[in-house]
């Protein structure tokens, strides 16, 4: 029997897709950029067997979620679309998890869509208006002209600049392997995946996560930050010590021996520090 599985669900004309595990307490893993769903793939199977329901949705441009063209691909519409997609599953409140820009997503929910969010945690998250890094902001104006969608028709995404960059990312570069599915499949080879993932690009903003900066504050529920400590993105003397003063008296947890992407390189000491957390509040 398969442990993680995908389901699908229609919330308004939007169709969120996510991978599944377990019974139990639900806990909602939120991707970062540029990854999806799959990340938590290794973190939702041991969520599963410590007696949760760990739910993994592909954000908007991601994976397998359809939006129509027109709608919010922001940080902000993901925020308010799985705040919708968790009240229509009667899931709220959830143990919110958001790793990079899925920790943005995660702070606006906490903020502006409290009953969604029963705790939380975030792990090497960006913040208020630390980002986005040059690489991002590129990104960001070559997709305004329809610039992605032709690199990728032309094979110029992913390139040997771009994997080297994922693999600086991690503590252990051999850690790396298998990433590159998660990375960029959809986002490359399918011409839908392309224009949602465009979309997204289009709309990120810093403002998103500046407007919710002095609600972080006030939040009324537990806060913990997991953080890997040898991340070059979003290091912990950057947006993870801001996160710690904007948060109201938050747990921290740092995981040695590990980069940017804890949710793939570090499942175990990510889960092992979530469960530690969660008996002792």
Known sequence: ??????????????????????????????HGIPTGAAVW???????????????????????RTR??????????????????????RGSAPAWIVGHD?????????????????????????????????PRARFAKAVSRVGGYRAATRLGLVPNPVMRWQI???????????????????????????RA??????????????AQVTVGLGELAV???????ADDPFQPWRGPGRGLEELLPSPAVAILEACGHFTPWECPQGLVDAMLTWAEGT
Not at 196 to 209: G, K
Not at 222 to 228: F, K, T
């Open 1 to 30: 029997m398969r442990t993680v599985e995908r389901q699908s669900a229609a919330v308004g004309d939007a169709e969120v897709s996510a991978l599944t595990a377990g019974k139990g307490p639900p806990v909602v893993l939120l």
């Open 41 to 63: 793939e290794r973190v939702l199977v041991r969520l599963a067997h410590a007696g949760y329901q760990g739910l993994a949705p592909d954000l908007p441009g991601y994976g």
């Open 67 to 88: 939006l129509p063209p027109t709608a919010d691909h922001s940080l902000a519409g993901s925020a308010r679309l799985i705040a919708d997609w968790l009240a229509d």
């Open 101 to 133: 820009s899925g920790g943005a997503v995660a702070q606006i929910m906490a903020v502006r869509h409290p009953s969604s969010v029963g705790r939380l945690t975030l792990t090497n998250a960006i913040a208020d208006g630390w980002w986005p890094a």
């Open 167 to 193: 693999r600086r990312a991690f503590a252990d570069a051999a850690a790396a392997d298998g990433i590159d599915a998660v990375l960029w499949d959809g986002k490359c080879r399918d011409p839908a995946g």
């Open 196 to 209: 949602a993932f465009e979309r997204h690009l289009v709309a990120l903003t810093p403002r998103d996560t």
């Open 222 to 228: 537990p806060c913990q930050l997991v953080w890997g």
